[in-house]
């Protein structure tokens, strides 16, 4: 049984190591894993700057719409669609134990749910600042019909919902609209959307077909305009024959399942755990890449020292307006 020392960082609030598929898997495949102040590798994601403290093998992973830093990592997992020897692994988000019971759902669905719900369409968001295309969806099918929000963000029931799943399970259609437009990144926004057994009504990933089954959802992006879009979904919800088509279609391509995606990332992981320490480090530490990761170091000294400046400035500015 080989000691791996690992330690996480710069992770999401709330983050849990045991919700992690590469901890899992590390686990499952008889690894003894021990939680290290002086680890051997750091996992680490986008959340801060704490890995530059470490010298030692760093695997990055993201659930954002960043690409890897290879100059940082010696290896990374995460959304984009690129080769790069044994150093990368594409490993969106559905396929972290975190959204399991909804991936599931999801796969699932074919064989339990072929009934029309009463309800129109969902929309549960709390970010504002997301691209705007996701708010004026909202408001040109709202001119429709009534799309009940559930969310902080433009929410027109009376309360926020605490299980979006199951709220999202009264509604025959969601809207599952991601923050930005990034290929090959997608949430669980999509996810839920299908597990919670309605039509997804989607934009963000221009390669999401590359995964989902284009004739089980709609795909905001192959219409000419939002018009174009709405007239389709006003079609479908006055066209029970053709809804339910769509709605007995497997969400995903073939290929795309989570026990292929399990095995090739276990190939991914094993090669990363099992070689010798010297033999695993895939950045170097001299001539330019010193240079860039020292730039980097005094990059986040700055900030971390005007970080106190800027938040004082913020507090003045929101007592000036409300004064």
Known sequence: MKTVKIKYMDFWPGFD??????????????????????????????????????????????GEEQSPDFNVCDYAMGFDYITFGDRYFRLPLMYQPLYRDSYIEMVSRGSHNQEIRNKFCSFVYSNSQADPIRNNFFEKLS????????????????RSVKDKLNFERGYKFSIAFENVS?????????????????IPIYWGDPLIEKVFNPNAFINIMNFKN??????????????????LKILGENPLNTGQELEILEEKFEKFVRNIFDQDLNYAKRTTRVFWN????????????LYSMFLPVRKLRYVLLKSIRKS
Do not use: W
């Open 143 to 158: 001119e429709y019909k009534k799309v009940d929000s559930g969310g902080r963000f433009k929410n027109n029931i009376g």
């Open 226 to 243: 939002m018009d174009n879009a709405i007239d389709y979904v006003r079609y479908l919800d006055n066209n029970d024959e053709e809804y």
């Open 290 to 301: 010193k240079k860039y990761l020292t730039a980097l170091k005094n990059q986040e000294k």
């Open 182 to 198: 990034h290929p090959g990144y997608y949430t669980e926004k999509i996810v839920q959307a299908f597990a919670a057994g309605g």
């Open 17 to 62: 190591i045991k919700q992690d598929l590469l901890y899992q898997i590390l686990k499952n495949q008889g690894y003894k894993i021990e939680i290290s102040n002086m680890p051997d590798y750091v996992i680490y994601s986008t959340f801060g700057k704490e890995h530059l403290k470490y010298d030692c093998i760093k695997i990055f992973y993201t």
